[in-house]
């Protein structure tokens, strides 16, 4: 059986963020004025109400959000040579925490050869990671370390570039990708839009957790079918604690 290259070091991620407060109106001063600086622009001229504005986009943008989630999924072939999967959500209010337990995962890797993997990964998961890291003051590892790298040297996969093959004109989401390949949805309680509310209103992060761990698996099966291979079955498939 074909096996993927360098599982062992392979590691799916997703990550779920908020805006940084529950509302625009217990930012600080220089924060709201900078916020209206970037609605201004990404609104072009249109009226926009700045409360439900920040709480609405605030969140995907890694100088007004946080990261509140991070899901990895590991995947491993056992006896008789099935693939196997297995996800673990980490998820705080502290981000520094939650970074930092990201990082301990690991640690006992050569961090040189881990590859990442997730769906615009590259455009949203490893920036993101790496602004929010050295906010919190937190030294990047070297996955997620680009400086002085040559682009072959960068050990970054994104479904979503590998589907483009080559076409930037468009964006195919994870959940459209899972539709074409016949792949159960990740989509099934609440979608990204939802996560801002979720956490603020409902205060479910448990909730969110389960949501991000159905991204990863979903990435991971895209990622198979793209590399010719079949779905990872259910029952090969670990949810951790």
Sequence with gaps: ??????????????????????????????????????????NRGEEYDPEEFYFDRAGIYAEFGRIICISVGILYYDEDEQPNLRVKALYSDNEEELLNSFIELFEKKD?????????????????????????????????????????????????????????????????????????????????????NRVYYEENDLERIAQYCNQDVVATVQVYMKMKGLGLIEKENITLLD
């Design 111 to 195: 961090g040189s050869k881990i590859q990442l993997c997730a769906h615009n990964g590259k455009e949203f998961d490893f920036p993101y990671l790496s602004r929010r890291m050295l906010i919190n003051g937190i030294k990047l590892p070297d996955y997620l370390d680009l400086s002085g790298k040559k682009p072959w040297e960068i050990q970054h996969l994104d479904t979503l570039q590998m589907w483009r093959f080559g076409d930037w004109k468009s964006f195919t989401s994870l959940d459209l990708l899972t539709k074409v390949f016949d792949i159960p949805s990740p989509k099934s309680d609440i979608n990204g839009s939802d996560v």
């Design 1 to 42: 059986m074909k096996k993927i290259a360098n599982h062992q070091n392979l590691i799916f991620l997703d990550i779920e963020t908020v805006s940084e407060s529950d509302s625009f109106g217990n930012l600080d001063d220089r924060f709201q004025e900078l916020w209206i600086k970037k609605a201004d622009i990404l």
